[in-house]
């Protein structure tokens, strides 16, 4: 016993960070299950204090645990744990450690049930024997009639490793059985020799149950080559097993050996882990799939006006922006300044345009529109900034004595917003134009259209200079 | 998770971005006369870029048809230096 702690120490180590453990525990066990089972069929008892009984119902409970988790979880996640013991240990070294252990004690029981035919072998035995062989199972089943025909079940799984539905349909019947199970003091012996194979195979992580069946092999040394097709198939089980076969499988260990109970609380771990991970992984998957539906279309949006931006960008002089907002802001100013240029290019040539019609006009229209063109004032300068040209135009009209020329700009602006209104307002502008620095364009203006009433007003106002009209319009406009 | 968070992050700045983005796209449509028509519901913003594009194009296409005609007017017309030299710079 002293030897099994210990051995079940290192099991437990195993199950953790280090599979250098495994190995001596592994060769005590085998030898105390080499001696048991060349001593007798009773081999588990030595080890297990408890009836054979005892010991074929634990891994019905193992079974039944692995259904109930199964139960939530479709065929799929119990036959890919089946299927890949030794990936399950790899990922979490508590549920492999677990599956080791059982395999071994099958194994052992198979042995034992060849021997003896010991109705608690014959429940392991018979699900291992009957993989290896059906020589076992059949002297399980003589030994207990209920036990065998659960173990019959549990067999057609273990030799059907990948098929997880039968295993479940299995650990069903193991359910019953499984409170025994702890008693079953002679299983754990067995599983001891197994672990170890197992724990190393699951070191491997690649190894699938054909490792774990190779495994058998050497544990068993034993005759039965079946055994460690069986035992294979229960640490798939056992992997597979649910919080309350864990709770049972430590029963099993206290009882049995410390393997059983340290790969126990791992499986259990282990178990609740993948669950987890594989419940999480569902709902992220629907997440992650409106996700993705909503990144598409997203970013086809974001695409297309991608598209439009860098059509715009071409369509700007001197763009250098490259981030969206300035671009916009680019944009926008352009636009600004664009609508600028049309109106005043339009203004000169609509009006056959002698500038100093520009300023009556301009005086007219801040008469009529104060507040438009105080609203305006900043954006027409930021135009002018933004082309030279149009600055320099305006400083022209200003240099000449236009006084309309500050007018001029913020009605430029004005129209930029109201793209319509400079000609309307042109030809009333025309009739007071005749502003005093321009007798040619008064003349000019004054035949062009005829001089509305009251235009005298505006016509004064051109007189002042463009410095002087500026700061009054804000005046006036207030 | 970490991706998560990132992309959160991501999106979180975008969003700044993205607001004003929609801020500049809602000026850009006032600026457009035939958004302005409708201004009443807002256009897709990249309706409103490719507006703004065809706008843009537009007002070239007048800018400069507005130009040939200045310079028409200054061949033709015996306008003062001062006038002219108006005129040219509005051609510019």
Same mark, same amino acid.
């Given at each position: ?52 009984? #005892? ?21 799929? =996640? ?39 035919? !010991? ?27 209920? *036990? ?54 699951? *070191? ?19 005759? #039965? ?11 798939? !089980? ?35 882990? =993948? ?17 993705? !539906? ?28 490259? #981030? ?31 500038? $100093? $019609? ?14 438009? %063109?105080?609203? %305006? ?24 004595? $236009?006084?309309?020329?500050?007018? #001029? ?6 129209? =930029? ?46 007189? *002042? ?14 | ?65 507005? &130009? ?12 003062? &230096? ?11």
């Amino acid at each position: 016993m002293n030897d099994t702690a210990n051995d079940l120490a290192e099991l437990l180590w195993d199950n953790g960070p280090a599979l250098r453990p495994p190995p001596p525990p592994f060769q005590p066990f085998k030898n105390l299950m080499r001696g048991a089972a060349d001593d007798d069929g009773d081999d588990a008892v030595p080890w297990l204090h408890y009836p054979d009984a #005892d010991t074929a119902p634990l891994p019905p409970d193992y079974c039944a645990a692995l259904l109930s988790g199964f139960s939530d979880l479709p065929p799929h =996640a119990a036959a890919v744990e089946s299927r890949e013991p030794p990936c399950s240990s790899s990922h979490g070294a508590p549920v492999v450690p677990s599956t080791s252990a059982a395999p071994p004690p099958v194994a052992k029981q198979t042995r034992t049930s060849g021997d003896g035919g !010991v109705i608690n072998f014959t429940f392991f035995s018979r699900p291992l024997q009957r993989p290896s062989g059906g020589e076992t199972a059949s002297a399980s089943a003589a030994g207990t009639s209920s *036990v065998p025909v659960e173990s019959t079940v549990v067999q057609a799984a273990t030799n059907r490793l990948r098929s997880t539905p039968l295993f479940c349909d299995q650990r069903m019947a193991w359910l019953h059985p499984p409170k025994p199970s702890p008693r079953a003091a002679p299983p754990p012996p067995p599983p001891p020799p197994l672990a170890p194979t197992t724990t190393r195979q699951r *070191v491997d992580t690649a190894a699938t149950a054909t490792v774990t069946q190779r495994l058998p092999p050497f544990e068993a040394r034993a005759p #039965d080559a079946p055994p460690p097709a069986a035992t294979a198939t229960t640490s798939s !089980v056992c992997s597979g097993n649910g919080d309350r076969s864990q709770l049972k499988r430590r029963d099993d260990n206290n009882n049995q050996s410390a393997e059983w109970s340290a790969s126990p609380d791992e499986l259990d771990l282990d178990d609740e882990l =993948a669950g987890a991970h594989r419940r999480s992984a569902a709902r992220s998957s629907k997440r992650s799939r409106t996700a993705e !539906v909503h990144n598409l279309s997203e970013r086809r949006r974001r695409d297309r006006i991608n598209e439009k931006m860098r059509a715009l960008q071409e369509l700007i002089p001197n763009c250098n922006k490259i #981030d969206k907002a300035s671009m916009l802001e680019e944009a926008i100013e352009y636009l600004k300044t664009l609508q600028l240029q049309v109106q005043m290019m339009s203004m000169g040539t609509g009006m056959c345009v002698p500038p $100093m $019609m520009l300023p009556a006009a301009a005086a007219a229209a801040a008469a009529m529109q104060h507040h438009m %063109q105080m609203q %305006q004032m900043a954006g027409p300068m930021a135009a002018a900034a933004h082309f030279p040209h149009l600055g320099a135009a305006a400083m022209g009209l200003a240099g000449f004595g $236009m006084p309309g020329a500050a007018f #001029d700009m913020s009605r430029l602006a004005a129209a =930029a917003q109201f793209p319509c209104p400079m000609f309307p307002a042109a030809p009333p502008m025309a009739m007071f134009a005749p502003p005093p620095p321009f007798p040619h364009a008064a003349t000019t203006a004054g035949e062009q259209t005829p001089s509305p009433p009251g235009a005298a007003d505006a016509g004064d106002a051109p007189v *002042v200079p463009p410095g002087h009209e500026r700061r009054e319009q804000p005046k006036q406009t207030s | 998770m970490s991706s998560r968070r990132s992309r959160s992050r991501q999106s979180g700045s975008s969003r700044i971005t993205d607001e004003q983005i929609s801020d500049l796209v809602s000026k850009l449509q006032d600026l457009l006369p035939e958004a302005r028509l409708r201004s009443n519901d807002r256009m897709p913003s990249s309706r409103v870029l490719q507006e703004t594009c065809n706008y843009i194009r537009s007002l070239h296409q007048e800018v400069d048809d507005l &130009s040939e005609r200045l310079s028409e007017l200054l061949a033709t017309s015996d306008m003062s &230096s001062a006038q002219a030299a108006i005129i040219r710079s509005l051609l510019m």
